[in-house]
C-alpha cells in the first residue's frame, strides 16, 4: 500500500473567491497548506489545481502539481480523476487534505495512516473531534458529524446535529481512501443529501459506503471559509 497526498486546488469559491491566494504574514494560504504537508512522509504529493496561477506559485516550492482545466463537481471527484489518469494500484491509500485547512495537525495524519495499516477493509475515514462548548456552532460552515457505535458515519450536515445534544462532533477536512472506492465514486448516485448540505462526503454515505470517524483530542486548524477566519489565522499566525 502506497500512500498519497493529493491536494485538490481549486481557483474559485463560491464562499470566498480566491482564498487560496490571500496571505497570512508573507505566504499565501496555499503555500502554507503545501509546505506543512511537505513534512508528511509519503510515496507521492501533488497538488491539482484549475489555475495556473496556484500551479505557479507551488511548483516555485518543487512540489509536484497537476493543471486541469476539467470541471469537476468537488475535490473528491477531481482527486479519483487523477488516479484513474495515473492507474494508481486499487488498494494505494489517498490523503486529501482540503486546501484551505490552515495549520491542520500532522499528528492526525499519521494517526491515519496507522489506521488503514491495521485496518485493511477500511475503504474510507475522516477525521472529527469533539464539539465542547463551541461559541460557533450554528456556524454553518463547522460541519457537523453523528456516528454510530462502530465509529462510522451516520451523517454529515451544517445543521446542529443531534438537536438539543450535549455531545456534538465537527469534522476536520482531511478524507482518506483506498483507491478503488475512488474509482467507483464517480459513478455513485448523488443524492440529496449531497445537494443539499453541499457536502461530498455524503455521497458515500448514500451509496452505502461506510466512512470510518477517527477522533482527535485537540488541533489548531482553522478552516479558511470567510474572511472572519482569515484575520482569526493572521491573528494566531503573528
Not at 486546501?99 to 488503514?116: G, H, Q, T, V
Amino acid at each position: 500500500m502506497k500512500i498519497r497526498i493529493l491536494i485538490p486546488a481549486r481557483l474559485e469559491s463560491s464562499r470566498f473567491p480566491k482564498k487560496l491566494l490571500q496571505r497570512v504574514s508573507d505566504k499565501t494560504l496555499i503555500e502554507h497548506i503545501c509546505l506543512r504537508a511537505k513534512k508528511i512522509k509519503c510515496d507521492t504529493f501533488v497538488i491539482l489545481t484549475d489555475s495556473r496561477l496556484i500551479q505557479k506559485i507551488v511548483e516555485l516550492h518543487n512540489i509536484e502539481c497537476y493543471y486541469s482545466k476539467v470541471n469537476h463537481s468537488n475535490g473528491t471527484d477531481r482527486i479519483a480523476h487523477y488516479c484513474k489518469l495515473k492507474k494508481y494500484n486499487p488498494s494505494d491509500l489517498i490523503i486529501n487534505i482540503q486546501a484551505d485547512e490552515f495549520n491542520f495537525p500532522l499528528y492526525a495524519i499519521e494517526k491515519i495512516k496507522r489506521y488503514f495499516k491495521d485496518n485493511k477493509d477500511t475503504n474510507v475515514a475522516t477525521l472529527i473531534y469533539q464539539l465542547v462548548n463551541h461559541p460557533n456552532l450554528a456556524n454553518k460552515n463547522l460541519v457537523k458529524v453523528v456516528k454510530d457505535k462502530n465509529n462510522n458515519a451516520i451523517y454529515f450536515s451544517r445543521s446542529v446535529i443531534p438537536f438539543n445534544s450535549k455531545n456534538y462532533f465537527g469534522h476536520l477536512g482531511i478524507y482518506a481512501y483506498k483507491v478503488s472506492i475512488l474509482l467507483k465514486y464517480r459513478n455513485f448516485k448523488k443524492g440529496t443529501v449531497e445537494i443539499d448540505e453541499s457536502l461530498e462526503q455524503n455521497r458515500f454515505l448514500f451509496n452505502s459506503v461506510p466512512i470510518k470517524c477517527l477522533s482527535i483530542k485537540s488541533h489548531d486548524s482553522i478552516s479558511i471559509n470567510t474572511k472572519n477566519d482569515l484575520k482569526l489565522a493572521k491573528k494566531k499566525f503573528k
